[in-house]
C-alpha cells in the first residue's frame, strides 16, 4: 500500500513537472517584442506622388528574399535590404518580407530612413535608406 501510494506520488509529481515545463516553454516561445519598427526621423521625408516614393515601392516590390535592391539616381536613390533568419527557407523569407512591407510603410509614412524586425516571421528585417544613410545609422 506504501509502495503504490509513493508511486502515485512520482508519478503526480512527474506530471505537474510536464505541466510547469510546456507552460514556461509556451510563454518564452512568442518573444516580448515581436514587431520591431525604427523611422528615422533625421533622415527624411518624401513627398506622397514623388519620383523617390516611386523608387521605393520599386525597390520594394523586388525585393527577392536575403538581398538588397537600389534604385534611382540621387538624390532620389533608395535602397531597400531584406534579410531572413538563416534557417527560414526562400519561400517563406519571401512571404514574411511581402507581409513586412505595407506594415512598415503605414508604420513610418514618407521616412527615408525604416528598419523593421517582425519576429513573427522568423527574425525577418527590412531596411530601407537614401544614398547619404548606411545601413549601420539605422541600428
Not at 22 to 36: D, G, K, L
Request: proline content about 6%.
Amino acid at each position: 500500500m506504501k509502495k503504490q501510494m509513493k508511486m502515485k506520488t512520482i508519478t503526480l509529481l512527474l506530471h505537474l513537472l510536464q505541466i510547469i515545463l510546456n507552460v514556461a516553454n509556451f510563454t518564452m516561445a512568442e518573444p516580448i517584442y515581436s514587431e520591431i519598427f525604427l523611422c528615422r526621423k533625421d533622415s527624411g521625408t518624401y513627398e506622397p506622388n514623388s519620383l523617390y516614393k516611386t523608387n521605393l515601392m520599386s525597390a520594394l516590390k523586388s525585393l527577392p528574399a536575403l538581398t538588397s535592391k537600389s534604385i534611382g539616381v540621387k538624390p532620389n536613390q533608395v535602397t531597400a535590404i531584406a534579410l531572413c533568419a538563416g534557417y527560414l527557407n526562400p519561400q517563406d523569407c519571401k512571404s514574411c518580407v511581402d507581409k513586412t512591407i505595407p506594415l512598415l510603410l503605414q508604420k513610418c509614412p514618407n521616412q527615408k530612413g525604416a528598419a523593421a524586425w517582425m519576429m513573427k516571421c522568423h527574425g525577418c528585417r527590412i531596411i530601407t535608406f537614401t544614398y547619404t544613410d548606411s545601413p549601420e545609422d539605422l541600428l
